[in-house]
């Protein structure tokens, strides 16, 4: 497996949702930063991508297939 790579993104939450595709700025705000970071097996053509807060705290974990199908857990630290 590769090495993971790791990109910060700034997390938008929408405030009111519309039918519409257009996002308006009014009608959302920033909820906080995230980490994506991706690997991919050669051998089997799978993609891992995780998903971090900014704690380094795993909010989901993808698998990607090169066929294009997903499956996804994601972690909920709440109770």
């Given at each position: 497996m590769n090495e993971f790579f790791e990109d910060i993104y700034r997390e938008y939450e929408y405030v009111k949702k519309s039918s519409s595709?257009?996002?308006q700025a009014s009608k959302s705000k920033i909820a906080g930063k995230t980490k994506i970071s991706v690997a991919e097996d050669g051998k089997?053509?799978?993609k891992v991508m995780l998903k971090k807060d900014i704690d380094d705290s795993?909010?989901?974990i993808k698998f990607i297939c090169?066929?294009?199908k997903t499956k996804s857990l994601?972690?909920?630290y709440f109770e």
């Open positions: 595709n257009i996002i089997d053509n799978v795993i909010k989901e090169s066929c294009g994601l972690l909920d």
